[in-house]
């Protein structure tokens, strides 16, 4: 396969500013994609086919809608592996000199650098590299065949038919629990732009990404996914927060020790950890002992004063943060959800489209109390919502306690930085272009003192 640029797994991590690209695909605008299993009769062997504009008929700097649609058949092939083989486009996309992806499902986000258009580069050489790349990766895709769609219309005829699909998916995948099976499922497809990160995939947690549910990854298994494997449950260490020993051993041996102890359902302690993929951060406000979600369609800022994009870049590396994890939305669906720290009962604030979306899920008398960006854009708004509600705030003895960080704070001006303190000992601080000098810092473990 001859291309104007290379194509190889050193250029994954390569990032592309909105300054050094061409356009931008999805985005701002419409970004789906979307891979389905059908018959070998329905497929144009190695076909790109392109609706709309290519880079040729594109305005240098502008935003387009992207749809992006991969059809595969094989004698071994069966649907549930949909999931899996379309969360690896991300990465084989990746893989092209001069072209970044973003994120899955309805959230795309391509960029392609000014240099790889000079060069040549068009969507049909990215159509050619992603079957090239799927084929060799995958032997039981036996023949397969992209469209790709730029024009806003077709784009958002692909955006219902794909939303339905992955209804559909999550769907199937809601009806097994944690207690239904014996084993779950690890992926480490992120760990190129998160070292130590690894999902656990349980049937009451779909993976960050929000890509592949349990069923998904039994599936590909089966088809020999090497970055997916199993995770033999093992003894149950905390049922409702959901620790298991078979989970935190698979944790430690593919974090390479960077994380020895995991929980499925809490956000303290010892939550999952996220790389920058999560479609979802549900995040601890110590001030009302509550949670904020946030989900990476809304734009705006949360009460802290932070954007998603903003959040993710902090806590989105692999590590452990307690108070903070990324989410794929289908767990917001989860009878487990949260369900070691009180779940539903403890959320006060998400986007307004959000939480409409999830009207159905939330109980209606904490439905009416939950705060959005239209009645709280900042924290002391949040605070006065929940107070009008009857919700029960802390105490302001009971934030200090929580808060020993709170003289950092004073320091520095509020819009500079976020300081979180988290209750059960454990205090995450996250500084953003901020400025600090000290005479003096000395610093304990809790071994020695009890942060």
């Not at 061409?22 to 086919?49: N, P, W």
């Amino acid at each position: 396969m001859e291309l104007p640029v290379d194509v190889g797994v050193i250029y994954e991590g390569e990032r592309i500013s909105r300054e050094d690209a061409f356009v931008e695909l999805g985005g701002s605008e419409t970004g789906v994609e979307l891979l389905r299993v059908v018959s070998s009769e329905e497929i144009e062997d190695g076909a790109v086919k392109i609706t709309g504009e290519d880079f040729s008929g594109m305005e240098e700097g502008k935003a387009y809608p992207f749809g992006l649609l991969v059809r595969i058949a094989g004698e071994k092939l069966e649907e549930d592996v949909e999931g899996v083989l379309e969360r690896r486009i991300h990465e084989f996309v990746n893989y092209i000199q001069g072209v970044m992806h973003q994120n899955s499902r309805d959230r795309v986000l391509v960029r392609v650098r000014k240099d790889a258009v000079a060069k040549g580069l068009t969507l049909t050489d990215i159509g050619r590299a992603l079957i090239q790349l799927l084929k060799k990766e995958y032997r039981a895709i036996e023949r397969a065949e992209v469209q790709i769609f730029t024009r806003k219309e077709e784009v958002e005829s692909l955006l219902t038919e794909a939303r339905e699909v992955y209804r559909r998916r999550d769907e199937k995948a809601a009806k097994l629990r944690d207690e239904d099976v014996d084993v779950f499922y690890g992926c480490t497809m992120c760990q190129n732009h998160a070292a130590n990160h690894a999902c656990i995939i349980a049937p009451s947690r779909v993976s960050g990404c929000g890509v592949i549910s349990w069923l998904e990854a039994r599936a590909a298994v089966k088809i020999g996914e090497g970055a997916i494997f199993e995770v033999p449950k093992g003894k149950v260490i905390d049922e409702s927060k959901g620790e298991f020993e078979g989970v935190n051993k698979a944790i430690a041996d593919k974090s390479r020790g960077a994380t020895t102890r995991l929980y499925l359902h809490s956000l303290f302690d010892y939550p999952h950890t996220q790389c920058s993929c999560a479609q979802a951060m549900v995040f601890y406000i110590p001030e009302v002992d509550g949670f904020g979600i946030v989900d990476s369609n809304f734009k705006g800022k949360t009460p802290f004063g932070m954007n998603f994009s903003t959040l993710i870049k902090q806590v989105g590396n692999g590590s452990q943060h307690p108070g903070f994890i990324g989410i794929g939305l289908a767990y917001l669906r989860s009878p487990k959800f949260l369900q070691g720290d009180g779940g539903w009962s403890r959320v006060v604030w998400m986007p307004s489209h959000l939480k409409e979306s999830l009207r159905e899920v939330i109980p209606p008398e904490i439905y009416e109390r939950i705060a959005t960006e239209k009645k709280a854009e900042d924290l002391e708004a949040l605070v006065k919502f929940l107070e009008e509600k009857g919700y029960k705030l802390p105490s302001k003895e009971e934030v200090a306690e929580e808060a020993p960080a709170q003289e950092a704070e004073e320091a520095q001006p509020a819009a500079a930085q976020v300081v979180h303190a988290l209750p059960r000992r454990r205090v995450t601080v996250a500084f953003i272009n901020s400025t600090f000098h000290f005479k003096k810092l000395i610093i304990t473990t809790e071994k020695e003192k009890n942060i």
